[in-house]
């Protein structure tokens, strides 16, 4: 219920990119229905490509921006042990 209760799209992604659990906000912003995003969606397909946690500063978090159709988002990416990361989604 937290989860769900962020409005920024927030998403657990393995390294490669499938997307392990999405909150409410996410599978809205991405055009999926919520029981469908875990393991089908690359978030590539839903935001596209996305650094990797670190690949753009020396912090544990990455901060870039993506543009999706007509909608910007300040994206913050953080390392998350053992699955890959966890990206939220603030629009700008």
Known sequence: ACFDAISDP??????????????SAFAKSAGVLI???????????????????????????????????DRAWLVRTFPFPEVGAVTVFHPM
Do not use: C, H, M
């Open 10 to 23: 927030l998403a657990i992604v393995k390294e490669d990119g499938e997307v392990v659990r999405g909150n």
């Open 35 to 69: 029981n469908r995003l875990p393991g089908l969606v690359p978030i590539r397909d839903a935001f596209g490509e996305l650094p990797a946690p670190g690949a753009v500063s020396d912090a544990d978090e990455t901060v870039s921006e993506v543009q999706r159709g």
